[in-house]
């Protein structure tokens, strides 16, 4: 993806100049609240602190806070254009700190050149951060600057020029090894390149197994070699070898891998010839890399290629590292980063390649998929899964190697943590995921040949949230369940010749025989999954039925109707989707299936709501949603709500439920407090029912969409047994989430019945 001059600066100049604001979470909007964030209240926990130190993690920034520090001597490929020159880069940083992992930064740059003025600098700085990212300082000075600053500090103090290329470049490695079927101890490597990167890559490489005898260095100025004078280093000393190859393409004659941290276009396809076979080419000079793939592959087919470039396959490329090592670094209290906690990211990435990638990842990158291989070696930049696999692997690595000050106990409900992070709909999941691993119920997929539904299968299924049936005309979803390698029971049902398919006929028959449907109808009509899915449901042979992926809303649930029917005592279905926000979430209804209830379909509706509300541990309060205030505006259509309200109140004197209001004062807590103190809420409304089909879908949509609100739904309320709608085309995640809901929602039902 290429990009103008322009373009670039603009984004950067228009509207807020940079790319960072400081941004506080506490609210200061009241003389009460300035009170509180300065003087006098601002004195209590400088004064906590000053008794211990350590409350500054308690109540200061310090914990999520990290310092991304530079003198500009080294700054991407530029060279040292100076401190304030790298600064939008520092900026930079800082943004990808807070986007992947939620770690605030201050970018700090420094006009000081001189190694130990600056280490000065640095160190001093220890009271206001939780670590310290030094970034884009030249070689070899750097070496030096990170090693006194780690001796002289007591938070991490990381330089990701050096590490960040490492870590990632080791796990593309580790999974390149194990494809060509090579052991790391026998491997022969070239490093071209030898500032701090290459060094930094050498050295981890080094500690996961390769030797140092089988690793040959090159710089601008050829091999690395025993007895060399000429721009050597101490650095640079440990890497010398006992050779007669002095140039790149002799070092490359029989090499297993070329790891390149230097130059553009300093390979060619002639000297990729020589190496041995299946080589493996890093080449990660950005942006022009030491040979471009097109080049490399036209020479060696065989070739297992990366680059630090995002267009091609196998990019290597720092965020994955740095975000994420810092942030299992700071939630653990580690003193330092040791080889042991980069070791321990570079192998989660490395896992983490051979697991199945979500759809949304490959989306993002506008492919089908992504799958473990040559062109697929590394996770994706913009795969949040890194964020649920690296933290915790680091913490662990911190606590067993003793530099842990506040181990992490409990690593599990530590990653879970982190997926609030990520996604706020995973933390509220995380009740229903804890209900149905408790007694897992029988879903049954209407569309199980589906390669989205058979990915969603194998994960509910390894990981106990469900036991999946999938319906495959012919069985054929078998096959691609053995090519997903699933590890846990997934049935395969063939409506057609299911032993009790005839049973089924009848009974579905005896339901609509005097509705028009004939036997040969009821025989027709049951070869359609769509249909066979509820009839397993309604027959006693599934629990729960999921289908809607790739069929409209109607096509779904006039199946569902037909072979179940609504729960005693309720008039009609109605859809529910579920809105969560940074802070509160919001049930809206019906949104999907009622044009225009009446009152006494109003008060289901409502209460139906309120039931679902608590399957996910809420308490529910119904606010019934219309354009009057308690009697302000007097219409049919306001009387209707309020007196769906009466009804609601009769039915369930136990639910917390008034109205008719409008939706305003419904969500604003003050408002609704001081207007109508007297209205039927112990804390703010949390369920909003809508009084007719098309404000409640402009609603949720409105508020999906310009609230950057997460939804899960739709969720079909009212059936006598459960069956649950997908939304077309929707990702793997939400499959799961549908399908953990379902058997949540059967329990409740089976617990009722």
């Not at 071209?192 to 981890?204: D, E, K, Q, S, T």
């Not at 199980?448 to 054929?476: F, N």
């Not at 569902?560 to 509160?584: E, F, H, N, S, W």
């Amino acid at each position: 993806m290429s990009i103008s001059k322009q373009e670039a600066l603009d984004y950067h100049s228009s509207g807020r100049k940079g790319k960072v604001e400081v941004v506080s979470p506490k609210p200061c909007a009241t003389a009460h609240d300035l009170s509180l964030a300065y003087t006098p209240g601002v004195a209590e926990p400088c004064l906590e602190i000053a008794r211990d130190p350590e409350l500054a993690y308690e109540y200061t920034s310090k914990g999520n806070l990290v310092a991304v520090i530079s003198n500009g001597t080294a700054v991407l490929g530029l060279g040292d254009i100076g401190a304030i020159a790298g600064k939008p880069v520092m900026e930079g940083k800082g943004v990808l700190f807070k986007r992947f992992a939620d770690v605030d930064v201050f970018d700090i740059e420094v006009n000081e050149k001189d190694p130990d003025k600056l280490i000065d600098v640095v160190t001093r700085l220890e009271p206001t951060f939780g670590g310290i990212n030094l970034e884009d300082i030249k070689a070899p000075e750097c070496f030096y600057i990170e090693e006194e600053c780690k001796k002289r500090m007591g938070i991490p103090v990381f330089h990701d020029d050096q590490h960040g290329t490492a870590i990632i470049s080791a796990a593309a490695f580790l999974n390149a090894l194990e494809l060509t079927n090579r052991k790391i101890e026998d491997v022969k490597v070239v490093f071209a390149g030898a500032g701090a990167a290459a060094i930094a890559c050498a050295g981890l490489y080094i500690t996961y197994g390769v030797r140092l005898e089988n690793i040959l260095m090159v710089d601008r100025k050829g091999v690395i070699y025993k007895g060399r004078t000429d721009n050597m280093n101490p650095y640079k000393e440990r890497f010398a070898r006992e050779t007669a190859k002095r140039t790149l393409a002799e070092a490359l004659d029989g090499a297993d891998a070329f790891i390149g941290v230097a130059a553009a276009k300093m390979v060619t396809g002639d000297m990729l010839k020589r190496m041995a076979k299946d080589p493996i080419v890093f080449a990660m000079a950005n942006p022009v890399p030491e040979i471009t793939p097109e080049e490399a592959k036209a020479a060696r087919p065989d070739v297992i290629m990366a680059t630090g470039r995002s267009d091609y396959p196998n990019q290597v490329n720092n965020v994955l590292g740095f975000p994420f090592i810092f942030r299992g670094a700071l939630d653990c209290r580690a003193s330092q980063i040791n080889e042991a906690m980069k070791l321990a990211a570079s192998r989660a990435l490395a896992d983490l390649a051979k697991e199945d990638v979500p759809d949304s990842v490959a989306r993002a990158y506008g492919v089908d998929r992504f799958e473990f291989g040559r062109e697929y070696l590394i996770p994706k930049p913009f795969d949040w899964r890194v964020l649920l696999r690296v933290p915790p692997a680091v913490a662990r690595a911190a606590a067993e190697t003793g530099v842990a000050r506040k181990p992490i106990a409990d690593l599990a409900a530590y990653e879970k943590h982190l997926g609030g992070l990520l996604s706020r709909m995973r933390s509220f999941m995380h009740v229903i995921n804890e209900k149905a691993k408790r007694n897992p119920k029988r879903v049954v997929f209407t569309e199980g040949d589906h390669p989205k539904i058979q990915r969603a299968a194998k994960y509910l299924a390894e990981e106990g949230l469900a036991k999946p049936i999938l319906l495959s005309h012919g069985k054929k979803a078998e096959e691609a369940l053995r090519q997903l390698d699933v590890k846990a029971a997934v049935e395969v049902v063939d409506p057609v010749t299911f032993p009790t398919f005839p049973a089924y006929v009848q009974a579905f028959l005896e339901k609509r025989k005097r509705l028009g449907t004939t036997l040969e109808d009821a025989e027709r009509k049951m070869t359609s999954n769509m249909l066979f899915g509820p009839m397993m449901v309604e027959m006693g042979d599934a629990d729960v039925a999921l289908g809607g992926l790739t069929t409209h809303y109607p096509d779904t649930i006039r199946p569902a109707l037909q072979a179940i029917g609504t729960a005693p005592g309720v008039r009609k279905v109605a859809g529910l989707y579920i809105l969560i926000l940074k802070d509160r979430v919001f049930f809206f209804a019906d949104t999907t299936v009622n044009v225009d209830p009446t009152a006494d379909e109003l008060a289901d509706i409502a209460i139906l709501s309120a039931d679902t509300a608590a399957l996910f541990d809420v308490r529910p309060r119904v606010a019934m949603i219309s354009f009057s205030n308690f009697g302000s505006n007097r219409h049919p259509h306001t009387d209707k709500v309020r007196e769906a309200v009466r009804i609601v109140k009769q039915k369930r004197p136990d639910l917390e439920c008034d109205g008719e209001m409008q939706a305003d004062t419904a969500v604003l807590p003050e408002f609704l407090k001081e207007n109508y103190p007297w209205a039927g809420f112990s804390a703010p409304p949390n369920v909003l029912v809508f009084p007719e089909l098309q404000s409640a879908n402009a609603a949720y949509k409105l508020v999906w969409r310009l609230a950057k609100a997460e939804a899960i739904g739709p969720i079909l309320m009212g059936t006598e047994k459960p069956v649950h709608v997908l939304q077309r085309g929707v990702e793997v995640s939400d499959i799961v989430n549908m399908a953990a809901f379902g058997v949540v929602d059967a329990q409740a039902k089976q617990k009722k019945a």
